[in-house]
């Protein structure tokens, strides 16, 4: 039987506008199973990436459950949410979220950095996620200097240097060039098949959907299945 | 684990960072009036421009400091790490800035500078905090 990865059961979201309230998320209720790839797709601004950092913990639902492998995070304080950032959910925003000054190594270093891990198993941990994304010979190079595919992968070895069971990529092939975004997404591929990873992808592209397992659409803050519910 | 992860980070940023430089060179420059001027209305003079200093070196760096704030949260970063981020980042600024005031050994001129810049620095870097906090 496999097991739930995400579970989220009534989810409202509003943002305050000046004087107007603005329902971002409505009413969402959604399952993902652990080992899967999910593609949300939807236009600009229909609540796919404030779905994402709901499920990271970086935002708070107004109401509604979020069970992310079977931690309530409602229930969390901040310093829980962090801990859940940390080991168990790993974002990648669209932006990348690379630091300029810091080398590719210490990028991906920081959240092993963050979680306390010893200088001998940060160096080895991040040897193998270099390896493993292809970033050999980049590792003393600043962001800077690589180009959007090779930050990209960047983001992502940081994402996975902690090995999470859920990995979330807001518009992940949004900078890149079709080729790359192809590379990009059989990656995500191969990191569903090597570590049995989650892998929720939110993507104004349909193109991107034939590379996921399953799909949903977004619109004006209400999630629906696109394939079958095969997981029932 | 705190410094490790907050502190060790900061040191890299202000390391490779402009602040660094252009406080140093500023207070190198400053060296100059405490050493062979003794004037007790530059000491006052000294410490305006030890804050300003202060000031523009966490403002020369702001963009890193609010990318490494928003990183940091994305990768679980607890709120006490943030906080030894902006003590250890406020700290070596406030420092060197301090120096030239330090050599006056004017006791009212060290502790204004003091308090100035270690207000100024950290609530600077703590509003950077709360802005990417709140809209990330």
Request: net charge positive; glycine share 6%; hydrophobic share 45%.
């Amino acid at each position: 039987m496999r097991e739930v990865a995400v579970l989220l059961r009534d989810v409202w979201k509003s943002y305050k506008f000046g004087v107007d309230v603005v329902n971002v998320l409505k009413n969402v209720n959604a399952i993902f199973m652990r080992g899967e790839v999910i593609g949300i797709h939807g236009p600009s601004g229909s609540g796919k990436t404030t779905l994402l950092k709901i499920i990271a913990g970086l935002e708070r639902p107004d109401r509604g459950e979020v069970i992310v492998c079977g931690y309530n995070l409602n229930l969390l304080d901040e310093v829980g949410l962090s801990m859940i950032r940390n080991s168990i959910v790993s974002y990648i925003p669209q932006d990348y979220g690379l630091i300029e000054s810091l080398t590719v190594f210490e990028n991906i270093e920081l959240p092993l950095l963050i979680a306390g891990v010893d200088k001998s198993s940060r160096l080895r941990r991040v040897s193998e996620v270099i390896k493993y994304i292809g970033l050999n010979g980049k590792e003393d190079l600043r962001p800077t200097r690589l180009s959007g595919g090779e930050r990209q992968r960047v983001a992502i070895a940081r994402a996975l240097v902690t090995t999470p069971s859920v990995l979330l990529a807001d518009e992940p092939t949004a900078n890149l060039d079709w080729n790359n975004a192809i590379k990009v997404m059989e990656l995500f591929k191969d990191i569903k098949k090597d570590f049995n990873t989650t892998i929720i992808i939110v993507t104004h592209d349909p193109r991107i959907l034939e590379f996921v397992d399953r799909s949903l659409t977004m619109f004006e803050g209400t999630l629906k299945e696109v394939t079958p519910k095969y997981y029932k | 684990m705190d410094f490790k992860s907050g502190g060790l980070t900061a040191i890299k940023i202000l390391s490779r960072g402009k602040g660094i430089y252009i406080i140093i060179t500023t207070s190198s420059l400053l060296l100059y009036y405490p050493l062979f001027v003794r004037n007790s209305r530059i000491t006052y003079l000294l410490v305006v421009i030890s804050v300003l200093n202060a000031l523009v070196a966490v403002l020369a760096d702001i963009d890193t400091h609010n990318s490494l704030f928003y990183t940091f949260r994305i990768c679980g970063a607890t709120p006490s790490i943030f906080t030894t981020y902006i003590i250890t980042t406020s700290s070596v600024i406030t420092f060197i800035s301090l120096i030239p005031i330090l050599i006056c050994v004017d006791v009212f001129g060290v502790f204004t500078s003091l308090l100035m810049n270690t207000s100024v620095t950290s609530s600077l870097l703590y509003m950077s905090y709360i802005k990417v906090k709140k809209y990330s």
